[in-house]
Nanobody
Framework: VQLQASGGGLVQAGGSLRLSCAASGRTFSDNGVGWFRQAPGKERDLVASISWRGGSTVYSDSVKGRCTISRDNAKNTVYLQMSSLKPEDTAVYYC?????????????????WGQGTKVTVSS
């Protein structure tokens, strides 16, 4: 499965963005999906994950209350709605399809990765 992340850009602090992750090649409706981010010089960390049917979501403490992950399996797409953005949210955001239906919080639990979309939040 190929994943295409989009929706990044430059936004002022306090603004909002919606990231999209579209799958092609085959459906990823049987897979958990996660959004990770990586800032320069830092590790790739989980932002949010969603289970295969969307019934279970997990958020990092740093974005809890500010982000919502959702999926539309009919469209083979997962979304990450981000609001009240902060400069520390600046990073490249990657979506990934997990090896299992529930997703996970570590990169090693994910098999397929998109190319990343850059989010820059100015102060």
């Amino acid at each position: 499965v190929q994943l295409q992340a989009s929706g990044g850009g430059l936004v002022q602090a306090g603004g909002s963005l919606r990231l999209s992750c579209a799958a092609s090649g085959r459906t990823f409706s049987d897979n958990g999906v996660g959004w990770f981010r990586q800032a320069p010089g830092k590790e790739r960390d989980l932002v949010a994950s969603i289970s295969w049917r969307g019934g279970s979501t997990v958020y990092s403490d740093s974005v809890k209350g500010r982000c919502t992950i959702s999926r539309d399996n009919a469209k083979n797409t997962v979304y990450l709605q981000m609001s009240s953005l902060k400069p520390e949210d600046t990073a490249v955001y990657y979506c990934a399809a997990a090896r299992l239906p529930l997703g996970g919080d570590e990169p090693r639990m994910y098999r397929y990765w998109g190319q990343g979309t850059k989010v820059t939040v100015s102060s």
